[in-house]
């Protein structure tokens, strides 16, 4: 019934300033000497979003290892996106390079479909976890976390309890990502914009305890 219920709409570098950003970020942290950069990616859908995290990474770093949790409450959009085969037309706007890059393609009745390289698919984790249904079974913190277009479907006190619930999993100076729609100016006390659609927490306490 769940999943029947879930809304699932998402696409590869969906809102794609953000990845750009990311980039930046991951760039900033090599250079740092930081060895793993941890990402979240809730409600990750089909895993567009996940595996586009992933080309990202890939793109910018050699030497430093990223970690990507990608998590949905509906087990059948988890399963797809394990399986990471896609419709080629959904590639359509992605340029070539990527495609060629990230993406094996079919042969004879399988040519209109593409699988996400092993290379891509071995930096993401799926995990099944609702995120309205507190404590979540995650014992880190996350260098940046990715949760878009996910709270139009909740009213504002569930909200407020889902940003006040993630902050405490972003690392100092972690990032939170959401819809480019989605404004979290409300949550002043809590949250500080960054630049588009992107926050980080407005305190942090390092030796907090994750719940």
């Avoid at 590869?12 to 793993?36: P, Y």
């Amino acid at each position: 019934m769940i999943n029947c219920m879930t809304t699932n709409k998402t696409s590869f570098f969906r809102e794609e300033e953000h990845f750009a950003f990311l980039k930046d970020r991951i760039l900033a942290a090599d250079r740092a000497g930081q060895a793993v950069y941890r990402v979240w990616s809730a409600a990750c859908s089909t895993g567009e979003e996940p595996y586009s995290i992933a080309m990202t990474a890939l793109t910018a770093i050699r030497a430093m290892e990223v970690r990507i949790l990608a998590s949905d409450l509906d087990t059948e959009v988890l399963a797809h996106a394990q399986e990471a085969v896609y419709p080629l037309e959904s590639l359509a706007e992605m340029d070539g390079q990527k495609k060629g890059r990230y993406f094996l393609r079919g042969r004879g009745e399988r040519e209109d479909w593409v699988q996400v390289k092993p290379a891509v698919r071995k930096l993401v984790t799926f995990r099944n976890i609702n995120l309205i249904a507190e404590p979540w079974p995650i014992r880190t913190r996350f260098d940046a976390i990715f949760c878009r277009n996910v709270i139009i479907y909740f009213d504002r006190e569930t909200q407020a309890r889902l940003f006040a619930w993630l902050v405490q999993y972003l690392a100092p100076e972690g990032l939170l990502f959401v819809g480019h729609a989605e404004s979290l100016y409300w949550l002043g006390d809590l949250l500080v914009p960054v630049d588009q659609a992107v926050y980080r927490a407005r305190n942090f306490a390092p030796s907090g305890q994750i719940p």
